[in-house]
């Protein structure tokens, strides 16, 4: 699978934004698996753009936490939770959302939504999908886990300080088990891992490298492919 290439951040979320539109023009009831982290967030506030101006329409679909730290209160600014809801659902105008608390309750709202239409996800620097961190199985089930040294360091960047070194995420049964994926990936420190994730081996130590699996849709900017 080779990934479309944008020539750059503001590329890539007009071509993803365009993905987006389409499927919930498909599907008004979508379930989106929600990705935080920098890289959605110029296609986040595209689609909020586009629902402003009354070209899509986002209010019957269902957005889906994708993972979340142990130990956050609500009005922590760390809350993936919250982070979900300022980008995504509240300026897009969702009225349904699945908050991620236990690995029981997630399972069972997966099951109610029948399943997920779409997961919308970021490439962590060392592979990861969510907080599925390496190594991952395909079949990791949504748990809690320890985050590594270079998630920490990574998130570090968000905020500014230190995160909760436990995380809970969304397995990656559920997220293989989308009906589509979509990848996006920006930026020079992502072309390693992008490249071992879309060339290299399947394997544990590179989660995202069994998106191949799924039907897969990678946008990528020049710096993180070529
Ligand atoms: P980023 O994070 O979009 O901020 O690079 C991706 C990730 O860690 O999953």
Same mark, same amino acid.
């Given at each position: ?127 990861? &999908?969510?907080?599925? @961190?390496? *190594?991952?199985? $395909?079949?990791?089930?949504? +748990?809690?886990? !320890? #985050? =590594? ?48 994730? &879309?060339?290299?081996? @399947?394997? *544990?130590?590179? $989660?995202?490298?069994?998106? +191949?699996?799924? !039907? #897969? =849709? ?9």
């Amino acid at each position: 699978m080779t990934p479309t290439i944008q020539a750059d951040a503001e590329q890539l979320a007009q071509a993803a934004a365009d993905f987006i539109t389409a499927q919930v023009r498909a599907n008004p009831h979508l379930s989106i698996l929600v990705a935080t982290g920098n890289t959605p967030m110029p296609t986040y506030a595209e689609l909020a753009r586009r629902v402003e101006a009354g070209d899509v329409d986002f209010s019957r679909a269902t957005a889906v936490q994708l993972d979340e730290y142990l130990g956050i209160e609500d009005d922590d600014p760390r809350s993936l939770w919250n982070w979900m809801r300022r980008s995504f659902v509240e300026p897009l105008g969702l009225t349904r959302t699945v908050r991620l608390h236990s690995p029981g309750q997630f399972g069972a709202a997966i099951r109610d939504l029948g399943g997920l239409d779409l997961a919308i996800l970021g490439l962590g620097p060392n592979g990861h &999908l969510g907080f599925n @961190e390496p *190594p991952s199985p $395909p079949d990791a089930p949504t +748990r809690t886990l !320890a #985050l =590594t040294p270079a998630s920490l360091e990574s998130n570090r960047a968000y905020w500014g300080v230190a995160v909760p070194a436990g995380a809970i995420t969304a397995g990656m049964d559920v997220i293989l088990a989308a009906r589509q994926t979509l990848l996006l990936v920006s930026g020079a420190h992502k072309r390693g891992v992008l490249h071992a994730a &879309l060339r290299g081996p @399947e394997t *544990p130590e590179v $989660p995202a490298s069994f998106l +191949r699996r799924t !039907a #897969l =849709t990678v946008i990528a900017d020049e710096a993180a492919w070529t």
